[in-house]
């Protein structure tokens, strides 16, 4: 049975500096990682997304790494700025982590 | 948001009553899905659907049954509601194929008192 898990409930960074949020998995079966962002009161929106056949995407200031022997992903965001401030889900078979809170202080 | 709409956006109900939430897309998208988001569990899938009348149970589906009659609308009853099933309840729809990403309704918040 597949499980993601964040284990970092919140994050807090400066601005302009580096973003960096952790999911671990258990599951190897399943082809796509997905990130989601979320503001409050909205619904999640898809951010970016990785296949399991690579170990990098890159998307402007967003950028996930996977490592599979670890069961391990990563997003990075460079440089962070305030409008990132949102909760951030990893995914994975209809099954998402707990979700880490990043604040960006101006 | 893949003009997905959710309603109520907010209900508050007693125990032991029946509640129905509803998601209505406007994309034709086959596969539809509800979740729950609580403190600490991130998003929970209840129930989901790959076509009209064709649904399935996710992870946390005791408590709740749904229906798909139609492809645009896809219903989540909460047969006797409980104060557990306080949460705010998002509807989803799936466009592609299985690792696409979903689109998101802006959620219900249902206060069960």
């Known amino acids: 049975d597949q499980q993601v898990k964040q284990n970092s409930p919140s994050l807090s960074v400066q601005e302009g500096r580096i973003s960096i949020l952790n999911c671990d998995y258990t599951n190897s079966m399943f082809d796509y990682f997905l990130w989601y962002k979320k503001y409050p009161a909205e619904g999640p929106t898809f951010l970016i997304s990785i296949s399991s056949i690579k170990d990098k995407n890159e998307d402007g200031r967003f950028t996930v790494f996977l490592n599979k022997s670890a069961k391990h992903l990563s997003l990075h965001i460079v440089p962070s700025q305030p409008g990132d401030s949102a909760v951030y889900f990893c995914a994975n078979d209809m099954r998402f982590g707990a979700g880490t809170r990043l604040t960006v202080k101006p | 948001d893949a003009g997905i709409t959710q309603s109520p956006r907010h209900k508050v109900t007693e125990t032991g009553t029946p509640v129905t939430l509803r998601c209505h897309q406007t994309e034709n998208h086959r596969y539809m899905y509800w979740y729950r988001q609580d403190p600490g569990h991130g998003l929970r899938l209840i129930h989901y659907?790959?076509?009209?009348?064709?649904?399935d149970k996710g992870e946390v589906s005791d408590g709740y049954s749904v229906s798909r009659s139609k492809t645009e609308d896809f219903l989540l009853t909460l047969e006797s509601a409980t104060s557990s099933q306080t949460s705010v309840y998002f509807c989803a729809t799936l466009k592609g194929n299985y690792n696409s990403p979903l689109h998101f309704g802006n959620g219900t918040r249902l206060t069960v008192t």
């Open positions: 659907s790959y076509g009209v009348k064709d649904t």
